[in-house]
């Protein structure tokens, strides 16, 4: 079985966000990089689960990005892929980025595409999705629970107040969060296998961009906090009412 997985390049969760050029550009000074969790967690470590089970998958990774995200893609190979395949581009668009995956895949004939249910810094849950679409595949979103028999897929899904359970074959798109997989740190084996490891750098086919950052910003800065006496209830009302808008 082939797996490819979508890995994609974001700050760290406690990285200092700052924009430039009048706030049209994330300022990248300083921040530090990581793999996207949510495909690092749950999408590769599943794949290298079933990597376990049948010794014969192969897993390559996927990324659209310049040289600078080659170090977490290093990191994404030493957690156990096989080989990875970069895209040389830097667009924020999801419809192009998902126009370089999808061309990559045809090209490799998988059987299972495997990607995170959303990034941490764009947050647009829209890769798979398109990634789906133009392979004319199954997709199966907000996967939870993953497990193959041969080869069919049986996916359990977070929906609307429940959960739902999917059958489908192969070869399908699937997103996947907590729940899927146990997060994993990558071993000194892995570390020095992955210097090694073929990362093949291609360039980008032409593909259409339907959206573009217009500016950034930044969420309000936390208000002070009021103390409002135990007993004091019409005044609490008051500020419910009046400054936080809550009733």
């Not at 290298?48 to 659209?64: F, G, Q, R, T």
């Not at 997103?175 to 740190?185: H, L, N, P, T």
């Given at each position: 079985m082939k797996i490819l997985v979508c890995i994609s390049k974001t700050p760290d969760t406690t990285a200092k966000i700052a924009f430039t050029d009048n706030n049209t550009k994330?300022?990248?000074?300083?921040?530090?990089?990581?793999?996207?969790?949510?495909?690092?967690?749950y999408a590769l470590v599943r794949a290298?689960?079933?990597?376990?089970?049948?010794?014969?998958?192969?897993?390559?990774?996927?990324?659209?990005?310049e040289a600078d995200a080659e170090p977490i893609i290093r990191k994404a190979l030493a957690l156990g892929g096989?080989?990875?395949?970069?895209?040389?581009?830097?667009?924020?668009?999801?419809?192009?980025?998902?126009s370089q995956i999808s061309d990559i895949a045809k090209q490799g004939s998988y059987?299972?595409?495997?990607?995170?249910?959303?990034?941490?810094?764009?947050?647009?849950?829209?890769?798979?999705?398109?990634?789906?679409?133009?392979?004319?595949?199954?997709?199966?979103?907000?996967a939870t629970k993953f497990e193959l028999a041969g080869t069919k897929a049986t996916i359990t899904r977070e929906i609307e107040g429940g959960e739902e359970v999917c059958e489908v074959a192969l070869p399908v798109v699937v997103?996947?969060?907590?729940?899927?997989?146990?997060?994993?740190?990558p071993n000194m084996r892995g570390i020095m296998a992955a210097?090694?490891?073929?990362?093949?750098?291609?360039?980008?086919?032409?593909?259409?961009?339907?959206?573009?950052?217009?500016?950034?910003?930044?969420?309000?800065?936390k208000a002070g906090v009021k103390l409002v006496a135990p007993d004091n209830v019409d005044e609490l009302v008051i500020l419910l009412h009046e400054e936080a808008k809550a009733i």
């Open positions: 994330f300022d990248s000074n300083g921040v530090q990089w990581i793999i996207n969790p949510y495909d690092e967690w290298i689960e079933l990597k376990e089970a049948d010794p014969s998958s192969i897993i390559h990774l996927i990324s659209v990005g096989d080989e990875a395949i970069r895209v040389n581009a830097n667009n924020a668009d999801s419809y192009y980025i998902a059987d299972l595409i495997l990607t995170g249910k959303e990034t941490i810094d764009y947050n647009g849950s829209s890769i798979g999705g398109m990634v789906a679409e133009l392979l004319d595949l199954p997709y199966v979103a907000l997103s996947c969060q907590k729940g899927v997989a146990e997060a994993r740190i210097r090694t490891r073929p990362l093949k750098v291609v360039e980008p086919v032409n593909a259409d961009q339907f959206t573009s950052i217009k500016n950034f910003e930044l969420p309000p800065a």
